[in-house]
């Protein structure tokens, strides 16, 4: 191809023209909208490091379903803000049937059968630590933490979760969780495994939005991947889908949009990515400032989906769908 009988800029030159090349398409089917519920009554309260992002009591979800619904976003993941009395080293309150993540499920589920509700399971929220797991001898101990994260997930497919997303790092809970799944006859309840999710710097504002920050006094080091390694992910996807999992999550998204490209043309299955807090609200303060124009979300979305991602959990999902996507 020589210039000037190849000119690029001729398919460029009209919005029309532009919109007929166009390979990579977002639209409201691509996200995963996250939800931070907490206790109370007509509670909502803005989380200071994330703008425009609040906690919700449980008795106000139904506004929140129902724009999501609106905007045919195709599912939810709940977040509860655990309160401190209801923590303690083991994170017992993960398994209790009357906790919040199990309440806000059961609500979801009243108001709407037609959104999917996607539910992590960890320890963080309810550790007095803010630890993924269990602590003994001073380590994270990954077989004792398995123990609870197999409770922690038939607790929550009892509560009617649709996608249980096991976000902890622990090795081998994937295969766990799906054999105690099918022994309980959850046989439908698909598991979204955080099988790359590493120890990012970028989860900050999401550790304020359910208060563990304070609480953490080492890093997750021992059991998130990473940053600097690559090939590492790949042993890490191949164990989980061997294991049960029907997607894989790659955790956060816009520094690791090679590895989902990576992990998304290796295996063939569906790859999802977390557009994270920290991720959030660096965009969103560079708008609020003046430094980058409102469309840089709109940017950062088609990177995570042309890099390869399926499904996109994003803070940016309504905003998206209202600003951009509606005709």
Wanted: hydrophobic share 40%; aromatic share 10%.
């Amino acid at each position: 191809m020589k210039f000037p009988f190849t000119r690029l800029r001729r398919s460029r030159a009209y919005q029309w023209s532009r919109r007929l090349i166009n390979d990579v398409y977002i639209d409201s089917s691509d996200f995963i909208l996250p939800v931070f519920v907490q206790t109370g009554s007509k509670k909502k309260d803005q989380i200071e490091t994330m703008p425009g992002i609040y906690r919700y009591s449980i008795d106000l979800l139904d506004g929140v379903i129902e724009r999501a619904l609106k905007n045919k976003i195709p599912a939810i993941a709940i977040f509860p803000l655990v309160e401190n009395s209801k923590k303690n080293k083991l994170g017992s309150e993960a398994i209790n049937k009357n906790n919040l993540a199990c309440k806000a499920i059961q609500k979801i589920k009243k108001i709407s059968d037609d959104i999917g509700v996607m539910a992590d399971v960890a320890l963080d929220p309810y550790t007095s630590h803010g630890h993924d797991g269990i602590i003994i001898n001073n380590k994270i101990d990954n077989d004792e933490t398995n123990k609870f994260l197999i409770k922690q997930s038939l607790n929550l497919a009892s509560a009617g979760c649709d996608i249980i997303a096991p976000s902890d790092m622990m090795d081998g809970r994937i295969g766990l969780i799906r054999k105690a799944l099918e022994n309980k006859k959850y046989k439908d309840i698909q598991i979204l495994s955080y099988a790359v999710k590493y120890a990012s710097n970028f989860y900050s504002p999401f550790r304020d939005a359910i208060k563990t920050k304070k609480l953490l006094k080492t890093d997750k080091k021992t059991y998130q991947m990473d940053f600097k390694n690559l090939n590492e992910c790949m042993l890490e996807v191949k164990m989980d889908i061997d294991e049960g999992a029907d997607a894989v999550m790659v955790k956060p998204a816009l520094s690791y949009l090679d590895i989902i490209y990576k992990i998304k043309n290796k295996f063939h299955v569906p790859v999802y990515a977390y557009n994270v807090s920290g991720e959030y609200s660096l965009i969103k303060c560079g708008i609020k400032n003046g430094i980058i124009p409102d469309e840089a979300i709109l940017e950062v979305v088609y990177s995570i989906k042309r890099a390869g991602a399926n499904a996109i959990v994003s803070y940016f999902a309504n905003e998206i769908v209202e600003k951009y996507l509606k005709n």
